[in-house]
T-cell receptor, first 116, second 113 residues
Framework: AQKVTQAQTEISVVEKEDVTLDCVYE???????LFWYKQPPSGELVFLIR??????QNEISGRYSWNFQKSTSSFNFTITASQVVDSAVYFC?????????????FGQGTTLQVKP | EPEVTQTPSHQVTQMGQEVILRCVPI?????FYWYRQILGQKVEFLVS????????KSEIFDDQFSVERPDGSNFTLKIRSTKLEDSAMYFC???????????FGPGTRLTVL
């Protein structure tokens, strides 16, 4: 069965600290996609990144970086030099495009609070 | 940049009333979705829609729910007889191809009194 686990419910850091959000997934498919979405206090879901199961190369985008490791079924997200504007709920999600629909399975989310 | 839009942003209704939540997916997208997020909880899949029919639905999507694409642009979610536990944020999403990323609308907050 598909499952996404974000064990960290809440994380609080002080501005400029680095923070890593953990994501562990379960799937029987060999082809799948992993995503991170950000949900700021305003409530919308903002797409951050998508990785496919065949590409384990880590990715960096500005202060954001992602570490995908198939061996541990993890897709962790690191924010470097965090800022107050990074305060939000972050969701990791899994999709199996070979399935009927490619629906997203979300983790429980990690609430990140960045204090000034 | 194209975006998914949803109306209304907030809907308040009495228990037992019917509500229709509206979404306009990104033009030329083919796959449409509704998700639900109860306050403080994770985002849950409700239903997917492709080629003018439901392709998958979750256990949550019971007979009280229905979806429709009445024209070439709108995608609606109807709840026939709302219950208190239907109070949640409802997100619409769409994508172009099977392997594409889903893009979400801003959500409709439904409050059932």
């Amino acid at each position: 069965a598909q499952k996404v686990t974000q064990a960290q419910t809440e994380i609080s850091v002080v501005e400029k600290e680095d923070v890593t959000l953990d994501c562990v997934y379960e799937t029987r498919d060999t082809t799948y996609y992993l995503f991170w979405y950000k949900q700021p206090p305003s409530g919308e879901l903002v797409f951050l990144i998508r990785r496919n199961s065949f590409d384990e190369q880590n990715e960096i985008s500005g202060r954001y970086s992602w570490n995908f490791q198939k061996s541990t079924s993890s897709f962790n997200f690191t924010i470097t030099a965090s800022q107050v504007v990074d305060s939000a709920v972050y969701f990791c999600a899994l999709s199996e495009p070979t399935s009927n629909t490619g629906k997203l399975i979300f983790g429980q989310g990690t609430t990140l609070q960045v204090k000034p | 940049e194209p975006e998914v839009t949803q109306t209304p942003s907030h809907q308040v209704t009495q228990m037992g009333q019917e509500v229709i939540l509206r979404c306009v997916p990104i033009s030329n997208h083919l796959y449409f979705y509704w998700y639900r997020q109860i306050l403080g909880q994770k985002v849950e899949f409700l239903v997917s829609f492709y080629n003018n029919e439901i392709s998958e639905k979750s256990e949550i999507f019971d007979d009280q729910f229905s979806v429709e694409r009445p024209d070439g642009s709108n995608f609606t979610l109807k709840i026939r007889s709302t219950k208190l536990e239907d109070s949640a944020m409802y997100f619409c999403a769409s994508k172009g191809r099977a392997t594409d990323t889903q893009y979400f609308g801003p959500g409709t907050r439904l409050t059932v009194l």
